[in-house]
């Protein structure tokens, strides 16, 4: 059986410490970090986008202040630098974004590669449960019979 994997199941799969199949949650543990690094430097290269008004503003008021002084005009320093800023962000999401790819696809060839032994692994599981389960309820009855020929 060949489990197939997209990035919306893998986002629900759990923890990769409970993954039984060493490959599989190596390989998951390394997505899992690669997802969440490149996630946080979108969400601050966003972030840093956002604050460029700031930046126009204090170049704006540094020129007025120039205006103001006779100074010849001081440029743009602010949202040049920031500007920079915001370019060496998206650069740095981009490279992890690529990086989260490389790692997915390290865990769906896993997942692939393996899916036997997974399936087998959660088959044992659910089994297990299963039985649990059934002498529970053989417990109860048990237990009910017993107190209803009291």
Avoid: C
């Avoid at 540094?62 to 500007?83: F, M, R, V, Y």
């Amino acid at each position: 059986m060949t489990i197939n994997l997209d990035r919306s199941h893998a986002r629900n799969l759990p923890h990769a410490d409970l993954i039984t199949v060493k490959a599989v949650r190596d390989a998951l543990a390394g997505w899992q970090k690669a997802d969440h690094a490149a996630k946080s430097a979108e969400q601050d290269a966003t972030a840093l986008e956002q604050e460029r008004p700031l930046a126009v503003q204090r170049d704006r008021e540094a020129l007025a202040d120039a205006l103001e002084s006779g100074k010849p005009d001081p440029g743009q320093q602010h949202t040049d630098a920031h500007d920079h800023s915001v370019e060496e962000a998206q650069r740095a999401a981009a490279a992890l974004t690529l990086l989260e790819e490389r790692r997915f696809e390290d865990l769906r060839v896993a997942f692939v590669e393996h899916s036997d032994e997974l399936v087998a692994n959660a088959q044992k599981k659910l089994d297990a449960a299963r039985t649990e389960y059934i002498e529970a309820v053989e417990r109860a009855a048990g237990a009910a019979w017993h107190t209803a020929r009291r």
